[in-house]
T-cell receptor, first 113, second 111 residues
Framework: DAGVTQSPTHLIKTRGQQVTLRCSPK?????VSWYQQALGQGPQFIFQYYEEEERQRGNFPDRFSGHQFPNYSSELNVNALLLGDSALYLC????????????FGPGTRLLVL | EDQVTQSPEALRLQEGESSSLNCSYTVSGLRGLFWYRQDPGKGPEFLFT???AGEEKEKERLKATLTKKESFLHITAPKPEDSATYLC????????????FGTGTQLKVEL
């Protein structure tokens, strides 16, 4: 049973560029959440997708956008990259329901130069 | 706004030396409290979910407890492989199942 997978594992971009990160949820899961984790900090919620729509959003600017596909996989897009966007980007999957546990992928390490 | 505070920030133990990690939270109605373990450069690994005050859960050398204001992660006779950052997160009512995390406790267990 495959867990949550993310690609790429590492990425280096320059300021002003755009980036797309990808996530495949755990088998049987239909909800995907994205988190940003800066070094030495806990993960910060970006947004959550269910039924191909953004259902909940954290305190992140519109430069952060996403998409969910019919097979439940998801993409996170970040436009006009800033140095402060350098972080570990985590995808978590769950089933739609209250109190459902979220299972995390290995993350994508983004470095913005 | 939901808040989670973890203490200590870092903890160094000798192998076999038991201790506890603390997670204090402020949330308007707790839906669930989650403990995760995170190794350097990896994604968080799920450990426990607690839903109501008085609840306890155990897994190997770890035991999590919950009160109305805080949760403890007790580590009994730790081994070097227990070294990791332990993250606490809360889930509140009000839409979705967003997790609000603390900054974690970095645990190092030495021989």
């Amino acid at each position: 049973d495959a867990g949550v997978t993310q690609s790429p594992t590492h990425l280096i971009k320059t300021r002003g560029q755009q980036v797309t990160l990808r996530c495949s949820p755990k088998s049987g899961h239909d909800t995907v959440s994205w988190y940003q984790q800066a070094l030495g900090q806990g993960p910060q919620f970006i947004f959550q997708y269910y039924e191909e729509e953004e259902r909940q959003r954290g305190n992140f600017p519109d430069r952060f956008s996403g998409h969910q596909f019919p097979n439940y996989s998801s993409e996170l897009n970040v436009n006009a990259l800033l140095l402060g966007d350098s972080a570990l980007y985590l995808c978590a999957s769950s089933t739609r329901g209250l109190q459902e546990t979220q299972y995390f992928g290995p993350g994508t390490r983004l470095l913005v130069l | 706004e939901d808040q989670v505070t973890q203490s200590p920030e870092a903890l160094r133990l000798q192998e076999g030396e038991s201790s506890s990690l603390n997670c204090s939270y402020t949330v308007s109605g707790l839906r669930g409290l989650f403990w995760y373990r995170q190794d350097p450069g990896k994604g968080p690994e799920f450990l426990f979910t607690l839903y109501s005050a008085g609840e306890e859960k155990e897994k190997e050398r770890l035991k999590a407890t919950l009160t109305k204001k805080e949760s403890f992660l007790h580590i009994t006779a730790p081994k070097p492989e227990d070294s990791a950052t332990y993250l606490c997160a809360v889930q509140a009512p009000g839409g979705g199942n967003k997790l609000t995390f603390g900054t974690g406790t970095q645990l190092k267990v030495e021989l």
